[in-house]
């Protein structure tokens, strides 16, 4: 039973197209979150959401919209679509604790042609 | 604006022989320093963490350093072992949010 799975794990697409990527998590954990790898392989924070609340967005085209339906899922919906969106994106979950340990999916990789 | 940098983005090590991994950071607020473990097509998986409060934390082969002074922390990993081979992120929090990552270090351990 995987943690925390996101669909597709593949994506190609043409520029200009609108596209989703879901996330859902089995662990009952209070936080979900995006991140993008960039082609420099830094991993970077998009969005979290903590109980259906937005608590940080790095700076984020408004292209991108977090859509969490409920406490174990965040979906990512992406708007026309550009050639510097192609990267792998995470999904990730934590719980409240001492030390916020993330649980991450096992990416999507979109392309954008 | 990258406040946490790994360096060196692979090393080879022999099994058996002691893998150190490096990662330096500018922020001295950050509070935890956490190291996660990736291989190819998975997501990163949690390794090892220490508080900003402490200079060493061991779990079982692993053991990470902190050198507050320096801005540095290492993880050590002894023996190591060809499983081991992965991409080795370090991150650290400010107020146990707001994860920063490195780029990532690419260990490869040769039987």
């Known amino acids: 039973d995987t943690a925390v799975s996101q669909t597709p794990k593949y994506l190609v697409t043409q520029m200009g197209n609108d596209k989703s990527i879901k996330c859902e998590q089995n662990?009952?954990?209070?936080?979900m979150y995006w991140y993008k790898q960039d082609s420099k392989k830094f991993l970077k924070i998009m969005f979290s959401?903590?109980?259906?609340?937005?608590?940080i967005n790095e700076t984020v085209p408004n292209r991108f919209s977090p859509k969490s339906p409920d406490k174990a899922h965040l979906n990512l919906h992406i708007n026309s679509l550009e050639l510097g969106d192609s990267a792998v994106y995470f999904c990730?979950?934590?719980?409240?604790?001492?030390?916020?340990?993330?649980?991450f999916g096992s990416g999507t990789q979109l392309s954008v042609l | 604006d990258q406040q946490v940098k790994q360096n060196s983005p692979s090393l080879s090590v022999q099994e058996g022989r002691i893998s150190i991994l490096n990662c330096d950071y500018t922020?001295?607020?950050?509070?935890?320093f956490l190291w996660y473990k990736k291989y190819p097509a998975e997501g990163p998986t949690f390794l090892i963490s220490?508080?900003?409060?402490?200079d060493k934390n061991e779990d079982g082969r692993f053991t990470v350093f902190l050198n507050k002074s320096a801005k540095h922390l290492s993880l050590h990993i002894v023996p190591s072992q060809p499983g081991d081979s992965a991409v080795y992120f370090c991150?650290?929090?400010?107020?146990?949010?707001?994860?920063?990552f490195g780029a990532g270090t690419r260990l490869t351990v040769k039987p």
């Open positions: 990730a979950s934590s719980q409240e604790g001492r030390v916020k340990k993330l649980f």
């Open positions: 220490i508080s900003s409060i402490k």
């Open positions: 662990l009952g954990h209070d936080t």
């Open positions: 922020n001295s607020m950050f509070d935890y």
């Open positions: 959401y903590n109980n259906k609340e937005l608590i």
């Open positions: 991150a650290a929090t400010l107020n146990n949010n707001d994860m920063r």
